[in-house]
């Protein structure tokens, strides 16, 4: 899995050397994603390219991405693009590590201790 806490904004200023350095992270074979957006306060176009971008190569691989810490005006946006349909949003990274577990099964009442 691979897990991105960004500590700025993402913009034009700095998309294009953010979404080199994921793809080098990205190992092979990985198509679990979580981006931590706790301390982002602003997305523009280009910021929500690379995130599209990010869930496509995701999805491709059998997998998905999942946003973690989106401030209440972010979820607005991201309604307002439409992401809100493709990407989960978690309150905390520790919510959306939890969302890639597997449901729980309940135990057989069969089963001895």
């Known amino acids: 899995m691979l897990i991105v806490s960004l500590l700025s904004d993402l913009t034009f200023e700095w998309f294009m050397e953010f979404d080199d350095q994921v793809r080098q992270a990205l190992p092979a074979g990985v198509a679990a994603g979580v981006l931590d957006l706790t301390a982002v306060g602003h997305l523009d176009s280009s ?14 691989r059998g997998g998905r991405l999942a946003l973690a810490g989106v401030a209440p005006h972010l979820q607005n ?10 990407l989960q949003t978690c309150e905390t990274l520790a919510e959306a590590l939890a969302s890639f ?6 135990e057989d009442p069969r089963r001895k201790e």
Not at 77 to 86: A, E, K, P, S, T
Not at 101 to 106: E, I, L
């Open 47 to 60: 910021g929500l390219g690379v995130v599209a971008r990010l869930h496509r190569d995701l999805k491709a």
């Open 77 to 86: 946006l991201l309604r307002m693009v439409g992401f809100h349909q493709h």
């Open 101 to 106: 577990r597997p449901a729980a099964t309940p």
